[in-house]
């Protein structure tokens, strides 16, 4: 189960702003983001993202310091994480369910320096979250539970009293130079996730990390030109701003989201945009398979990739007409994909859930106490090591020690445990 050097390494680009450049280069006028209402190309979404940077930039934001986005999945967003990476500043993504409390943990853990939040999403008053996860957000910033949150910038019509409007962040930052773009082995993203542990842990990711994934799981889809992605993954989950923004950019092939996946709003995008790659779990293709809207075989999609069991596996491919759809599998972590069966291997295969490691990585199944690779067949835990591993957890060395494990002997010297399952005969890709 391993794969020493990348096949067609020189074809990823070294940083996500280098992703969007190339898209706009190839493509400009191409849709990069469609979504509630909105559209934008690869070149527009540039040109406002870079708004954003200066933006940051005049608000004396610099490279490493860390940026919170709370929105949901749309244009904003990616102009929003486009302009923050393009700073060398890190983005952190809020889930925007969370609870007040939640958040505010999210953004003390983070070490938040700056929030762009929008005002309202769904049925939820962001300002009246605002207002409970600082206190003080009224009258002053930061507020006692934030003391590093010094500027809030919201979009929309109305700011409490210490918080900026979108418009009057983007006007400071007319006419400011640009710093030097961020380096492959800077921090993009952190990334909280729960892993094996109920306590949230901040997962360090990298502009390599992101835009390699991005592409070997494109690769693996068979994106190209021309493709339409339909992804409600939540933009602050991995699996959404890896393998649904970043991965529209690196293939430069256009995205469709959502605020809220339903199965009569999904089959209504596949069928308007005519998308032929999609995203999606056991619970989202159910939504869709279940849908009275639902029509078998009179839909325009290819494939795409989905964590997914066989069985409803099956069901994309046939009734959806779906055959290239591959599965994959991965953690926050490590990208998050580390191995996914490719658009070409037998249909067979990929409706079982045979997948095999992107090229770089290496998958073992071993014991979880002595670390011994197991023979095919035994239950054990799954350790992958190679481009896709994280920095590390943020502010948690004990955490990083016990989720990394050097090895010595060979390099990369780092693996990363995944979880636990069975042994079995993966082949090398």
Known sequence: MQNRQPSGSSDIPATICEALDRAVALRPDTEALVGNGERITFDRLRNESLKVARGLVASGIRRGDHVAICAGNSVEWAILFHGIVRVGAVCVPVNTRLTPGEI????????????????????????????????????????????????????GDAAPGTCRQYADFLAKGEGVDLPALPEPDDVALIQFTSGSTSFPKAVLLTHANMVTDAHFLGERMGAREGDRYLSARPFFHVAGSTLAVV???????????????????????????ACTLTSGNDTMYLMM??????????????????????????????????????????????????????????VEERIAGWMRPHPGLEVRICNPTSGLELPRGQKGEIRVRGWCVMKGYYRDEQATRETMTADASSRPATWVSCARTTASPLSDG
């Open 289 to 346: 398979l279940g849908s009275p809207d639902f029509e078998p075989h009179s839909y325009t999609l290819r494939g795409g990739w989905a964590a997914i069991s066989p069985a409803i596996m099956r069901r994309a491919v046939e009734e959806f007409g779906a055959e290239q759809t591959v599965t994959g599998y991965g953690l926050s972590e490590a990208s998050p994909n580390i191995m996914a069966s490719d658009h070409t291997d037998p």
């Open 247 to 273: 991965l529209s950019a690196v293939h430069a092939i256009t995205l469709v989201t959502m605020h809220r996946f339903t199965g009569e709003e999904a089959l209504r995008l596949i069928r308007e945009e």
């Open 104 to 155: 505010r943990m999210q953004l003390e853990r983070a070490d938040a320096r700056m929030l762009l939040t929008v005002d309202s999403l769904l049925k939820i008053d962001f300002i009246a979250v605002l207002r409970e996860v600082c206190s003080t957000v009224d009258t002053a910033l930061p507020s006692p539970e934030l003391p590093l949150l010094t500027d809030v910038v919201v979009l």
